[in-house]
């Protein structure tokens, strides 16, 4: 069994981008959809893998969470009120 990166997609209200992608990207992108599928039994369409990926990425990004957190501790020794929508 291959170990992905990706589970189930949880259904969630979305908000719509329009995005262009290289075609070999998008080739890729079903590529993974379709393994996904065989290894989670719930067929998903490519597009709606790009969100968790990008959410995987940045959770693992030490650099991205680094800077963030030092945003918060700013924002929280300034006495400001952090926004919520995790703007960095």
């Known amino acids: 069994m291959t170990k992905l990166k990706l589970g189930a997609i949880p259904d969630d209200k979305p908000v719509k981008l329009n995005i262009e992608l290289p075609a ?3 080739r890729d992108l ?4 379709e ?3 065989r290894e ?4 998903n369409e490519p597009a709606k893998l790009i969100a968790p990926m990008l959410a995987r990425f940045m959770a693992t990004d030490r650099g991205f969470a680094k800077t963030r957190k030092e945003g918060s501790r700013r924002t929280s020794m300034s006495g400001a009120k952090p926004t919520g929508d995790g703007a960095v």
């Not at 079903?30 to 959809?33: E, I, P």
């Not at 989670?40 to 067929?43: C, E, F, M, S, W």
């Open 24 to 26: 070999h990207i998008h």
């Open 30 to 33: 079903v590529a993974y959809a």
């Open 35 to 37: 393994l996904l599928a």
């Open 40 to 43: 989670t039994g719930q067929k």
